[in-house]
């Protein structure tokens, strides 16, 4: 059963970074594709990027796009989301997850919560103005 783990929330004035990152026992496949969502109180879950573990191709929600940047270091099992130049709109709890059939990192593929099948519990974000 993979297991993964967010790590590196915490609470940030607005235009502050921090680094997430996600930690897997061990990922479905050597190479997964992972991504980040992120849900605010009262709000639908919502993605936020996404990397393939072949050949990259980072995607980002338009909303994060030029602040946020995913990567990923597979000798560590962990996936991280760099996050730059914080708004207090992006108050959330985070999490990752993997798509163990690589639906999200197909080519043109939306980033849907419903292709990821494995999903951390998540670690809380806030940003304050």
């Known amino acids: 059963q993979v297991q993964l783990v967010e790590s590196g929330g915490g609470s940030v004035q607005a235009g502050g970074s921090l680094r997430l990152s996600c930690t897997a026992s061990?990922?479905?496949?050597?190479?997964?594709?992972l991504g980040w969502f992120r849900q605010a109180e009262g709000k639908e879950r919502e993605g936020v990027a996404r990397i393939s573990g072949v050949g990259g191709f980072p995607y980002y929600a338009d909303s994060v796009k030029g602040r946020f940047t995913i990567s990923h270091d597979y000798a560590k099992n962990t996936v991280y989301l760099q996050m730059n130049n914080l708004k207090p709109e992006d108050t959330a709890m985070y999490y990752c997850?993997?798509?163990?059939?690589?639906?999200?990192?197909?080519?043109?593929?939306?980033?849907?919560?419903?292709?990821?099948?494995?999903w951390g519990q998540g670690t809380q974000v806030t940003v304050s103005s």
């Open positions: 997850a993997e798509d163990s059939r690589y639906r999200a990192c197909a080519p043109g593929a939306a980033l849907l919560r419903s292709d990821f099948d494995y």
């Open positions: 061990k990922f479905h496949y050597n190479r997964p594709c």
